[in-house]
């Protein structure tokens, strides 16, 4: 009887074996034939909405025939350059997206092993952004931030009782704090919350044009009558690496030093240089942080459009505000320039009194879609941190 049931027992087992082989072949042939996956995609946010170019890099799980844009569509439609390589496919993105807005991305690949065919497809999301205005008060200034698709709490900020002007950077924001008659100083405050600290302190000194280039943590002021070695900054433009604590400061200079007296600048867009108009009138490009001296431009260089003023007429867009009597100041666009922030003083808005970049109570910022003119959402406050 024992030897019966041992005969039994290995006919099972000899059975079990042998559908757990074809079980085993089965999967492995399958997952030989499986088609090519989505493993995983990599893109920077920011890049999506502030610049052309943005690289989307997609990640299959086997490696494909080769694949260009005639393999590849978008929803919304954009057009796009590809390049692949094993199971690498690079999508760089020929226009920059909304803000807040979705991007399908559609691959049609074969495997470069087996000859099965599928279409992958990756999903981006494009971040919101902040735009923050100025809201001057007798009771003390403050900095509001606010979503432009998202609706929620706005970022308040009191890094001063009294500010002059502003610039914003992912993780914070820098104030000219006017302390006092003819003295200043360069703050800096967390958008978190938290202390302000000085970057340059409060001081006898004029400080002015103060701006920041978020996509690569930059920012930049022109001082005059702040400590510069055994010399005093005399319109000068001093710009700080934001990439980690404000540290001391690069001077705009000429090859030989001479720093330049600068009458308007602007950082160019994405980058850390700058385009400078001295106070002689000439044009000169520099980038004193990544080594590079300033260099004289011709006249009609294409940089030198960026110190040129946004206009609505210049972009064809018609805006009237809604309250009778009301004006226009400020224009200007987004990083991405989709929107345009316009600034709206009412027409019983008071003088604020202030000696140093005085303005106006009673402000507020209109929000437009630059293609169309149409109102997307207002916000109070002045001097909005695109311009």
């Known amino acids: 009887m024992s030897?019966?049931?041992?005969?039994?027992?290995?006919?099972?087992t000899a059975a079990l074996m042998v559908g757990l082989g074809v079980l085993a072949a089965g999967l492995g042939?399958?997952?030989?034939?499986?088609?090519?996956?989505?493993?995983?995609?990599?893109?920077?946010p920011?890049?999506?909405?502030?610049?052309?170019?943005?690289?989307?890099s997609i990640r299959l799980s086997q490696p494909v025939d080769p694949v260009d844009a005639r393999h590849v569509r978008t929803d919304p439609a954009l057009p796009v350059e590809v390049t692949s390589s094993g199971s690498d496919l690079v999508v760089t993105l020929g226009e920059r997206l909304d803000y807040?807005?979705?991007?399908?991305?559609l691959a049609d690949v074969?495997?470069?092993?087996?000859?099965?065919?599928?279409?992958?497809e990756a999903v981006l999301r494009a971040p919101d952004t902040r735009v923050f205005t100025l809201v001057r008060d007798p009771r003390g200034d403050r900095l509001l931030g606010s979503g432009v698709v998202a609706d929620g709490p706005p970022v308040e900020l009191t890094p001063a009782p009294r500010i002059q002007e502003f610039a914003v950077l992912p993780d914070r924001a820098l104030v000219i704090a006017e302390t006092g008659s003819g003295r200043a100083a360069l703050r800096v405050a967390p958008l978190a919350g938290g202390d302000a600290s000085d970057v340059i302190a409060d001081a006898p000194a004029v400080l002015?044009?103060?701006?920041?280039?978020?996509?690569?943590?930059?920012?930049?002021?022109?001082?005059?009558?702040?400590?510069?070695?055994?010399?005093?900054?005399?319109?000068?433009?001093?710009?700080?690496?934001?990439?980690?604590?404000?540290?001391?400061?690069?001077v705009v200079a000429r090859a030989d030093g001479a720093a330049l007296r600068v009458a308007e600048w602007r950082f160019v867009p994405g980058s850390s240089a700058v385009v400078v108009r001295a106070d002689d009138g000439t044009l000169w490009r520099a980038d004193p942080l990544l080594g590079?001296?300033?260099?004289?431009?011709?006249?009609?260089?294409?940089?030198?459009?960026?110190?040129?003023?946004?206009?609505?007429?210049?972009?064809g867009v018609r805006f009237t505000p809604a309250a009778p009597g009301s004006r226009i100041a400020a224009v200007c666009a987004a990083p991405n320039g989709r929107l345009l922030a316009v600034e709206v003083v009412s027409a019983d808005a008071e003088p604020d009194g202030r000696a140093v970049r005085p303005g106006w109570r009673r402000t507020t910022t209109v929000l437009l879609d630059a293609a169309t003119g149409r109102p997307v959402r207002s916000v109070i406050g002045a001097a909005p941190s695109w311009c």
């Open 208 to 250: 002015e044009q103060l701006r920041a280039e978020p996509t690569v943590l930059a920012a930049g002021v022109v001082a005059s009558g702040t400590p510069l070695g055994s010399e005093h900054a005399d319109r000068t433009l001093l710009l700080f690496d934001a990439s980690g604590p404000l540290a001391a400061p690069l």
């Open 29 to 44: 042939a399958a997952n030989v034939l499986q088609p090519p996956r989505l493993v995983s995609v990599e893109v920077r």
């Open 46 to 56: 920011v890049a999506l909405t502030e610049q052309n170019g943005a690289r989307v």
């Open 292 to 315: 590079a001296a300033a260099e004289p431009l011709a006249a009609d260089a294409e940089e030198g459009a960026l110190l040129q003023a946004v206009t609505l007429d210049a972009r």
């Open 100 to 105: 807040g807005s979705e991007l399908r991305i």
């Open 3 to 12: 030897a019966s049931r041992n005969r039994r027992f290995a006919a099972r």
């Open 110 to 120: 074969r495997s470069a092993g087996t000859g099965t065919a599928s279409t992958v």
